[in-house]
């Protein structure tokens, strides 16, 4: 029983959650250029991980991973946004090979 417990809490803690982003959620930033950042609690196969950027009209961009040494992290930059609402949506493979995803907003003044 508590072998089971210590695995439970082990395999757990190995998912990628994020910790902190920049922007942070519900942020308002001052583009057009907007630095993202995204910070996790754990390793993160960055190969096999995305990013996209939902944005005000309804369209989608797939944003570039730019290069880290921080193996729990993933930036990139997002280009030529113009006023308005966005959303992040991250998709990150944990080094125990579950998928994690997530959104973040954030507005463009």
Do not use: C
């Not at 942070?24 to 910070?39: F, S």
């Not at 113009?82 to 990150?92: D, I, K, S």
């Amino acid at each position: 029983m508590v072998a089971a417990i210590l695995l439970t809490a082990r395999v757990a803690h190995a998912h990628a959650i994020l910790t902190n982003s920049a922007p942070a959620a519900h942020a308002v930033v001052h583009g057009p250029d907007v630095p993202i950042q995204l910070h996790y609690n754990s390793r993160i196969d960055a190969a096999r991980s995305t990013v996209t950027l939902a944005m005000p009209d309804g369209s989608t961009r797939t944003l570039e991973h730019l290069p880290t040494t921080a193996p729990d992290m993933i930036l990139a930059n997002a280009k030529g946004l113009r006023p308005g609402e966005y959303v992040l949506h991250w998709q990150v493979l944990a080094r125990d090979g579950h998928i994690t995803r997530g959104d973040v907003p954030f507005t463009v003044r």
